[in-house]
């Protein structure tokens, strides 16, 4: 085992790897010097320190720590999915140094003493920085408003309702209302609830071959037209998930270009997989939202490109084969994402609808905007959050074999080049 | 062919030959004569998670006309929530040696989910809202008795076919086999895109039924009424009740099928259902036998000579 304190983290020299920094703009091939559990310097030609070690890291891009912004945890309460050990041994072989995670466990994340055993929770693993959001609501039930103001002091990262929707307009409007008083966003899961309800896929053509309840993709575009009023009426600031269709995006984007306080991430299958993926049956490929037909997905990627989506997060949701070896239906929606998040991310730059730096912008300065906080930076006198990857090397993802316990990809038997070799927390090398 | 578990995929070649089979059962049906050397020895599951007195009876005779050992099991949905899975039974169906297997479950894809896991040969009887193979092909071959052929006949579709398992089958196996398909129905009972599946969508029960060859009406379920998708039993009726008023649009000798069992005064009015000019309901049933003697016999075996399904040979066959 490692040492937990920064005395005992070793100064390391990562010599030679392209050095991507989107915050800052950088993007140049330097040295990075680690001490002290900080970036001491990024230059070229620098010398390893006395008693140090050096990652010799030629054809390998380093950028700071990746900045998951949603992710589900299998603890507290579903531990038979996923413990925070287990997440963050994942996260640490995904270059995931900071992870922001959802309410709705059980209990919710409703008190702000939970928000701090869950922070205390992440700095126990000495290799995860965990970020809650509160619940907007009371055990995530949607009735009453949970005491934003105590959980935001508690540490809260923003507020959430996880997996389900803020219904009705005028709960939506009051907590609009009230975090902006505390500067917490409201990150809203954009499926109008009385459209959603039991359905299992999109609607269209194959949710009626296969005879699945189905929602219809609009359901996305009516939540968030409704979240863009009340954001422009309260002032507030509304922060889409995993967005996925095209007249969602459309409204976000008109949005932005008014200036309201509006946001929005998706996550890898909705940029990389179309409804076909749940072919006869298959599970794990039933999110929530479902995937959405191929001119959705390609507007995802347009979206990526030009800006109007902030971040992407890896949306993780973990599930263990009873929740989806069932019938369709009945199977529980979600898909394990943390160490599909960058792989996939770096097939829109292979494929080549956005560059390597807005590809990495997109999973650490861009979410760190959003939420206002000072991460996901490379930048001398920075804590040394940081991930090295070899963007061309090659592998095949498969269930059953990717680190921690959740297995429930949705990309099982997929091949994709990019591989994380290193990962450091505070100066510490916690993975490679 | 492992499994039956959908129309959709199976060929014009693989259905006519399953019809083949299944009209030389009937003759031996009426014959009075069995086969029972045929699945003699073979244990049959018939495994409902969805109550169905008419289907599970069905297959139930067709698997002892052909000396199968033909066991039920009833599972009710109160022990599935008692945390059974489906997989729980695909492993004790594995352990009983059963080689034919019989499901209906109310949801999409269950019977694909099973056959995943077990040995034996999976028959759906219907899924949820996916399928019901063995009735578009008892449907099938009623319609080739009457008029000698598939090919070229127009056919309407009435009614729920939103949550139609066996409209969803007709569909796929009249398109296979050359039929013109026309759904009819209220749009909030239409499901999307349906158009996309080969037919053509009608509102107006009179013209979608002009000229049709085959009336094909669907059970309404009560449950339809709760959930707002239709506003009442007697507004349907009068949209969309089979009565000799509409059935005068169709073709002077259409015929008129439902998969049972009939709401009489919903969506269809007695005087239709037991009219025996047009009314084939009865004998749908009488087909129902067959098809699944059919099904059951060349799912019983790995390999199928093709002259044997078009003329079962009298007496041994191994």
Not at chain 1, 161 to 169: K, L, T, V
Not at chain 2, 29 to 41: A, F, P, W, Y
Request: one cysteine or more; aromatic letters at 4%; charged letters at 20%.
């Amino acid at each position: 085992m490692h040492g937990m304190s920064l005395t005992a983290v070793r100064d390391t020299l990562i010599s030679g790897a392209r050095v991507i920094d989107p915050a800052s703009g950088l993007d140049q091939v330097a040295d990075v010097l680690i001490q002290g559990g900080l970036v001491a310097d990024v230059a070229q030609g620098l010398t390893a320190p006395d008693g140090g070690e050096t990652v010799r890291a030629e054809g390998a891009v380093l950028c700071p720590g990746l900045v998951d912004m949603r992710a589900e945890l299998g603890e507290p309460g579903r531990e038979y999915r996923e413990t925070i050990k287990s997440a963050a041994r994942a996260a640490a072989a995904s270059g995931i140094t900071t992870l922001m995670a959802l309410p709705d466990s059980v209990p919710a994340i409703d008190d702000p003493a939970l928000v701090r055993l869950l922070r205390a929770r992440g700095e126990e693993t000495g290799t995860l920085t965990i970020l809650p959001y509160g619940a907007v609501t009371r055990g995530c039930a949607g009735e009453q408003l949970a005491e934003l103001g105590l959980l935001r002091e508690a540490g809260a990262v923003g507020f959430s309702d996880g997996g389900r929707a803020i219904g009705p307009a005028r709960l939506m409007r009051l907590a609009l209302s009230y975090a902006r008083g505390f500067g917490g966003i409201v990150v809203q899961h954009p499926e109008e609830p009385s459209l959603a309800e039991g359905g299992a896929a999109t609607e269209g053509e194959l949710a009626t071959r296969l005879g699945l309840p189905a929602i219809p993709a609009v359901a996305e575009a009516i939540q968030v037209a409704r979240d863009i009023a009340l954001a422009r009426l309260t002032g507030g600031h509304v922060h889409f998930a995993h967005v996925s269709t095209a007249t969602a995006l459309d409204l976000i984007r008109a949005a932005k270009a008014e200036g309201l306080g509006v946001t929005c991430d998706t996550a890898p299958p909705y940029f990389d997989l179309n409804e076909i993926a749940i072919g006869e049956f298959r599970t794990y490929a039933k999110l929530s939202p479902p995937l959405r037909t191929e001119a959705d997905r390609r507007a995802v990627v347009a979206a990526l490109a030009d800006g109007t989506i902030d971040a992407v997060a890896s949306d993780h949701q973990p599930r263990d084969a009873d929740d989806k070896r069932l019938p369709f239906a009945l199977a529980s929606a979600g898909g394990a994402g943390l160490m599909t998040l960058l792989p996939i991310t770096l097939a829109q730059v292979h494929g080549g609808a956005i560059s390597l730096p807005r590809a990495i912008a997109l999973m650490t300065a861009g979410p760190a905007q959003v939420l206002g906080l000072p991460l996901g930076r490379l930048v001398r006198g920075g804590v040394a959050d940081l991930c090295l990857f070899h963007p061309e090397r090659a592998w095949k993802i498969e269930a059953g074999r990717m680190p921690g316990k959740a297995q429930n990809t949705p990309f099982d038997g997929r091949a994709v080049e990019g591989r994380v070799i290193g990962t450091w927390k505070a100066g510490r090398r916690v993975f490679g | 062919m492992r499994h039956l578990l959908a129309i959709e995929g199976l060929s014009p070649t693989t259905i006519g030959e399953l019809l083949n089979l299944a009209e030389s059962y009937v003759l031996l049906n009426r014959s009075g004569k069995t086969q029972r050397d045929v699945l003699r020895g073979r244990t049959l599951i018939n495994l409902f998670f969805e109550d169905s007195t008419r289907t599970r009876t069905s297959f139930e005779l067709a698997g002892k006309r052909l000396g199968a050992d033909v066991i039920n099991m009833s599972v009710s949905t109160s022990s599935v929530k008692k945390g059974e899975t489906l997989l729980d039974t695909a492993s004790t169906l594995n352990a009983m040696q059963c080689d034919l297997l019989v499901v209906r479950h109310d949801q999409s894809g269950a019977p694909n989910l099973l056959a995943q896991k077990v040995e034996a040969a999976v028959i759906n009887a219907g899924d949820g809202t996916h399928e019901h193979p063995t009735q578009a092909l008892l449907d099938a071959l009623t319609i080739r008795r009457h008029r000698g052929k598939l090919e070229g006949l127009v056919i309407a579709i009435c009614g729920d076919v939103g949550h139609s398992r066996v409209a969803r089958s007709n569909i796929h196996l009249l398109n296979a086999m050359g039929c013109t398909v026309r759904v009819v129905g209220p749009p909030t009972l239409m499901p999307a895109a349906v158009e996309e599946l080969g037919v053509t969508v009608f509102h107006d029960m009179m013209a979608g039924l002009a000229d049709a060859d085959v009336i094909m009406m669907l059970r309404l379920q009560k449950e339809r009424m709760t959930r707002n998708l239709i506003p009442s039993s007697r507004e349907y009726f009068r949209f969309f009740g089979l009565d000799s008023a509409k059935l005068a649009a169709a073709r002077a000798d259409a015929l008129v099928m439902h998969p049972g069992p009939m709401n009489r005064g919903v969506e269809i009015d007695s005087a239709v259902a037991d009219d025996p000019s047009h009314s084939v309901i009865r004998e749908q049933v009488e087909m129902g036998v067959a098809v699944r003697m059919a099904v059951l016999d060349r799912l019983s075996r790995p390999a199928v000579m093709p002259e044997r399904l078009i003329r079962p040979a009298a007496g041994s066959r191994r």
